[in-house]
């Protein structure tokens, strides 16, 4: 077990404070989660801390994998398949708990928001 979550923390804290992204803010990762998360926080009225970073990711986890179950529900419905979606989504994302305001939970979600996107379209 291991705790990567002050990196994010601090490099998104510097983000909100104004300094510039790849210049004062080292980051492996894109502009698309600084910006993300700055309107999800500037949004619900948030500071960026642990308490805060752990809300979000449990919010993103229960959010995707409650979308996955729903996506397939609707697809197949079959009430069985929807929650076995749900519950196997909920397992696989289960690292983001060790990461709290990973990427990685985003891109999970933003998968999910598209997948269920589909179901919007003309048949």
């Known amino acids: ?3 990567d979550e002050g990196y994010l923390l601090i490099s ?3 983000f909100r ?3 510039p992204l790849y210049d004062r ?3 492996q990762y894109g502009p698309f989660y600084y910006g993300f998360m700055d309107v999800v926080l500037s949004v619900l009225r948030l500071d960026v801390t642990h308490d805060v970073g752990g809300l979000i990711t449990v919010g993103i986890w229960a959010t995707t994998s409650l979308i996955c179950g729903l996506f397939l529900f609707i697809l197949t419905q079959s009430l069985w398949i929807g929650c ?3 519950l196997l989504t909920a397992l696989a994302v289960d690292t983001l708990r060790y990461e709290p305001m990973h990427p990685g939970g985003l891109i999970c ?3 999910a928001c598209i997948a269920a996107t589909t179901l919007l379209m003309e048949r």
């Open 84 to 86: 076995a979606a749900q």
């Open 109 to 111: 979600f933003v998968l």
């Open 17 to 19: 404070q104004g300094l």
């Open 1 to 3: 077990v291991y705790d």
């Open 12 to 14: 998104l804290k510097m």
């Open 25 to 27: 803010v080292y980051s």
